[in-house]
């Protein structure tokens, strides 16, 4: 149950090993999150993600739990909640791909969709049923600033992100007044494993930057945040931007 | 067969976003309104696995009458008088009865409610939940010392009648169990004989805490009800200034003739709403500060026998409703604790630390505690208790609320659940060392725990 002060207790982290949400969860945990579930595909860096949480006070269970394969994202989820409530979900697995390659490999540039636009919609639904059901909490889904708008340098993974993104968007309308929260969170370049090698680029952040604004955002219940926050600006300009002038913006 | 409307016109449930009284963390709950007891039987033979809890007039501040994705049941449904012995003063009622139906009832014939919390829009049910105390705790006690018994419906449907002698660690489970034992039916409750519907009041202000805390000591055992409103912001030589206000019930002869006439005349009192849509600043510390400086320097420095009545005395709040709207949509939160005595210090850290941070506590409260009773989670226990509330929206809440906790955790202090929204579940055992025997008498009663509430579910009850 989240406290007076909006602080939450527990937390449900799909895609065990993010960077992000590790870094979120020990936001958290240093707060009042005293019950941790990472569910994750099953690695020693698994492992050692709980063991840390655990190291900081919280009791940690690990669950086995695979994007790519919806037909058993309800039935992972609702044993988590049958064990005890869960005030945050946060959906934070994801594959940035390699767009040069899978471009060329259509399967490929497919597993990417099918672990973060169709993993996200059975795992985001399985979710929010369960939250609805227990008349309280939040849903966090990690987007991406690529899903407002595709670059041509960025499309695939992109168009995943804006499905999600619209997805998501969708399902915290149609539970608006339920009590289940969802909020979008659209991060620009974090440096996390998942952008290792790749350049800098400008308004480039960290993990602990998208961790505050998640733990902020909900309290407040914001809808949507943005990481930096420059980005809601930056890219409601690149939005209008005229397709034939955007083609050719090297970005 | 009850007066009621007939049983097979069952209430049918609603999903309701709910909240308490500090209107923090809603969650949204199926909540039915039965109106007998054969309803209150049916709704609990239809809970959903996240279970049933008792809400009465939902005045707790944070979250006991709440149940996300459960069942509520409201309780204000059930608001018969059953039985009346005018000669022992004991009334036999239905739990959702409110206190201040009892007052406008029985004051006339002679009668108080034995404690009334600061204010009497509260059910008995939720009374005997959270075992209430009033001005009087060091006097008479909490509300649960004057039940002489409680009709109890269990988890598995079966009615109870149970007293402190039949059936002691069922009942002293149920005082101040916060719903978590069943649903409280019925109650009878010993009232408290009274001449006059006045009470006779001293006032006194004092320049510190010190000087309040020597005078409280001091006038405790001369009357019967005493509070101190204390001035939180107040600083440095001031620090803690209280206003200290202690009475009792008028006698007839204490009365001008005029009004001897009709003793024990009772009328509410003009009410007065808040809309909703007052900003959620309103007050800040500025505005608290002048509000404290007013209400203090408006007391009189010492003043006897000044004669007030039940409602400028033990409600001032209940003549505006729906006061908790001044703060907005953000909500506040109370904070009320209680150290034991020889624990002064503890107390004296703790109004130095909220005057240090500037925190605007718009209405705190001081008062003294007599001996606690046999509730396994009954708050009050012998000691100097403080009640904060502040708007969550205070900058550094979190911080200063946690300073608190550490002052009155190595105190041996502990937090009252009815206005517990925040506390730290870890706490929880080492302020309330039966809470093992509570559990205990629970699990006999309620082993696949029927009767959940968010608070529960938030500290492990
Ligand atoms: C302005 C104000 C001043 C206050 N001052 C004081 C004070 O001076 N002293 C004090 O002690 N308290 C005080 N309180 C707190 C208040 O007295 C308690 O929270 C009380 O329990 C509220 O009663 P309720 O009917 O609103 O119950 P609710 O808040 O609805 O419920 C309280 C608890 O009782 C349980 N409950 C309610 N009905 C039943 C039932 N029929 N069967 C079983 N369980 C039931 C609920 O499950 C819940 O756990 C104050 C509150 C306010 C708003
Ligand atoms: N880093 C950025 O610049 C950035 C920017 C915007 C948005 N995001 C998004 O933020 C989220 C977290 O990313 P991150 O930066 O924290 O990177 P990360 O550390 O690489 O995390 C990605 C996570 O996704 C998991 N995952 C991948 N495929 C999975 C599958 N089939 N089943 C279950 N889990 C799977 C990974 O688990 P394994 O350990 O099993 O691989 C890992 O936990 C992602 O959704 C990402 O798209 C990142």
Redesign the pocket.
């Known amino acids: 149950m989240k406290d007076a002060l909006g602080a939450p207790q527990s937390l449900l982290v799909l895609g065990g090993t993010s960077e992000i949400a590790l870094t979120t969860a020990r936001a958290m945990v240093a707060e009042r999150v005293r019950r941790v579930v990472l569910a994750g595909r099953p690695s020693a860096g698994l492992e050692a993600a709980a063991d840390d949480l655990r190291g900081r006070g919280a009791t940690v269970e690990v669950v086995a739990f695979d994007a790519a394969e919806p037909d058993d994202h309800e039935k992972t989820i609702d044993e988590v909640f049958a064990a005890g409530d869960i005030d945050v979900v946060l959906l934070a697995f994801g594959v940035l791909g390699d767009q040069d390659a899978d471009a060329k490999a259509p399967a490929a540039a497919a597993r990417v969709a099918q672990v973060n636009y169709v993993g996200g919609v059975s795992a985001g639904l399985a979710a929010a049923n369960a939250l609805s059901r227990q008349g309280h909490g939040a849903l966090a889904v990690i987007s991406s600033v690529a899903g407002e708008r595709a670059r041509k340098s960025n499309f695939i993974y992109g168009s995943t992100k804006a499905g999600l993104d619209a997805f998501a968007q969708g399902l915290g309308d149609k539970l608006h007044g339920t009590g289940v929260h969802v909020m979008v969170v659209r991060p620009g370049f974090v440096r996390t494993k998942m952008t290792e090698g790749l350049p800098d680029v400008p308004l480039a952040t960290t993990p602990e930057a998208v961790a505050e604004a998640i733990v902020k955002g909900l309290r407040r219940k914001s809808s949507v945040v943005w990481v930096p926050g420059q980005f809601r600006f930056v890219m409601s300009a690149l939005r209008h931007v005229p397709r034939p002038i955007f083609r050719k913006l090297n970005i | 067969m009850s007066d009621g409307p007939s049983a097979d016109v069952r209430p049918t449930a609603r999903r309701v976003r709910l909240n ?2 500090g209107r923090t963390a809603p969650t949204f709950a199926d909540v039915v309104r039965p109106t007998t007891r054969e309803q209150v039987a049916t709704a609990l033979g239809q809970r959903t696995s996240r279970g049933v ?9 944070g979250d ?2 709440q149940n996300g994705g459960g069942t509520v ?1 409201d ?2 449904g ?1 608001d018969r008088i059953l039985a009346v012995d005018l000669e022992r003063g004991l009334v036999t009622c239905e ?2 009865v ?1 206190l201040d139906r009892l007052i406008e009832l029985f004051v006339p014939f002679g009668f108080f409610v034995p ?5 009497r ?15 009087n705790h060091h006097a008479d006690g ?2 649960c010392n004057h039940v002489s018994s409680i009709d ?1 419906l269990l988890a598995d449907g079966t009615e109870r009648t149970v007293t402190p002698e039949s059936d002691p660690e069922l009942f002293w489970a ?1 005082a101040g ?9 019925s109650a009878t409750i010993r009232m408290t004989p009274i001449e006059t519907s006045l009470a006779s009041v001293d006032t006194d202000r004092t320049r510190n805490l010190d000087e309040a805390m020597a005078l409280m000591a001091e006038t405790d055992e001369k009357y019967t009800y005493t509070v101190a409103w204390l001035d939180c912001l107040a600083k440095g030589a001031n620090l803690g200034r209280c206003v200290l206000t202690c009475g009792e019930f008028a006698a007839l002869d204490d009365l001008p003739a005029k009004k001897r006439r009709d003793p024990l005349r009772f009328r509410t009192g003009s009410l007065l709403t808040v809309p909703d849509l007052v900003p959620g600043r309103l007050p800040n510390k500025l505005t608290m500060g002048l509000f404290n400086e007013l209400w203090y320097r408006k007391a009189p420095k010492h003043k006897v026998g000044q004669l007030q009545s039940i409602t400028a005395f033990f409600h001032p ?2 003549l505006v409703q729906e ?2 709207r001044v703060y907005g949509r953000t909500g506040f939160l ?1 904070y009320q604790f209680v150290v034991p005595f020889g624990r002064e210090d503890g107390l004296v850290k703790a109004v130095e630390t909220i005057s240090r941070h500037g925190a605007p506590s718009s ?1 705190t ?1 001081l008062k003294r505690f007599g001996p606690g009773n046999a509730g396994f989670l009954s ?1 009050p226990k012998p000691g100097w208790t403080l ?1 904060l509330d502040f708007p969550t929206n205070t900058p550094g809440l979190a911080r200063l609320l946690r300073e608190l906790d550490e002052i009155v955790l190595t105190n041996e202090g502990r937090f ?4 517990d929204s925040r506390m730290d579940p870890a706490d929880l055992a080492r302020m309330y060392p039966r809470l093992e025997r509570f559990r205990e008498v629970r699990a006999k009663v309620d082993p696949d725990g029927v ?1 959940v ?1 968010d ?1 529960a579910r938030r500290l492990g009850l």
Do not use: E
């Open positions: 308490g009284w809890i008792a809400r009465g007039l939902g005045r707790s501040y006991p009458a049941l309780m204000t059930l739990a959702g409110s404690v009334t919390p600061g204010t829009q509260v059910t008995v049910g939720g009374a005997i939940g959270a075992d209430v105390h009033g001005k909490s509300f109890l149920t169990g916060m719903g978590l034992t069943g649903l409280v039916l709040l209940d006061w908790n109370q209405l409260v708050f009640t009252y659940l009815a206005k009767f509430s608070q």
